[in-house]
């Protein structure tokens, strides 16, 4: 083999010393070159360094170049064709043809689109999911069970103890809840 103090097989892969094997722990999964799938091996971890070592400060040959129109094209047609594939072989697998997806997808849409529609309200927002509501509200359990978030100390010169509402805003009151009550059935 001639090692000649390097410490890597044939295929450019590094071989454990023999002194190491007592002394170091059992390497990690990224130390051990494993088999891909196109027949090859991965890199070691060292073996990566030693190749960015090799590659720093080289300009990569197609810096700066720009595809030709034809070949983007070629690209294009390529991905298109791969992505059909993919897409017939999953609705070959789902037992469906194309315009029975399409009309479920659209069914999907659609029904989507009326329960956002239902959630919007009067000025223009929406009212949260009671499945988003749930994840605001631990998220921000946690985050004060951590010390994230603290609640602002309220400064006693704005607290409105003792205030009065005078007799016409009271009125103004009284007159919008009634209403409300008359025309609101989700507010009874």
Same mark, same amino acid.
């Given at each position: 083999?001639?090692?000649?103090?390097?410490?890597?097989?044939?295929?450019?892969?590094?071989?454990?010393?023999?002194?190491?094997?007592?002394?170091?722990?059992?390497?990690?999964?990224?130390?051990?070159?494993?088999? &891909? @799938?196109? !027949?090859?091996? *991965?890199? $070691?971890?060292?073996? %990566? =360094?030693? #190749? /960015?070592?090799?590659? +720093?400060?080289?300009?990569?040959?197609?810096?700066?170049?720009?595809?030709?129109?034809?070949?983007?094209?070629?690209?294009?047609?390529?991905?298109?064709?791969?992505?059909?594939?993919?897409?017939?072989?999953?609705?070959?697998?789902?037992?469906?043809?194309?315009?029975?997806?399409?009309?479920?997808?659209?069914?999907?849409?659609?029904?989507?689109?009326?329960?956002?529609?239902?959630?919007? &309200? @009067?000025? !223009?927002?929406? *009212?949260? $999911?009671?499945?988003? %509501? =749930?994840? #605001? /509200?631990?998220?921000? +359990?946690?985050?004060?069970?951590?010390?994230?978030?603290?609640?602002?100390?309220?400064?006693?010169?704005?607290?409105?103890?003792?205030?009065?509402?005078?007799?016409?805003?009271?009125?103004?009151?009284?007159?919008?809840?009634?209403?409300?009550?008359?025309?609101?059935?989700?507010?009874?």
């Amino acid at each position: 083999n001639g090692n000649n103090g390097n410490n890597s097989n044939s295929n450019g892969h590094e071989k454990p010393r023999d002194s190491d094997n007592n002394t170091t722990p059992p390497p990690e999964s990224d130390d051990v070159p494993t088999a &891909t @799938a196109n !027949g090859g091996f *991965t890199h $070691t971890s060292s073996s %990566k =360094a030693k #190749i /960015s070592a090799a590659n +720093k400060g080289k300009i990569p040959w197609n810096k700066g170049r720009q595809r030709s129109p034809e070949v983007k094209a070629r690209i294009a047609e390529g991905v298109k064709r791969r992505n059909r594939e993919k897409f017939l072989a999953k609705l070959a697998e789902e037992g469906i043809t194309e315009e029975e997806h399409l009309e479920r997808k659209k069914a999907e849409r659609r029904k989507k689109e009326a329960e956002r529609r239902s959630r919007k &309200t @009067a000025k !223009g927002g929406y *009212t949260p $999911t009671d499945e988003t %509501k =749930a994840k #605001i /509200s631990k998220i921000l +359990k946690e985050k004060y069970a951590n010390g994230e978030v603290t609640r602002k100390p309220r400064d006693p010169s704005t607290v409105r103890r003792g205030f009065k509402h005078t007799e016409e805003t009271k009125q103004k009151i009284r007159e919008s809840l009634r209403k409300k009550w008359a025309e609101d059935t989700e507010y009874r």
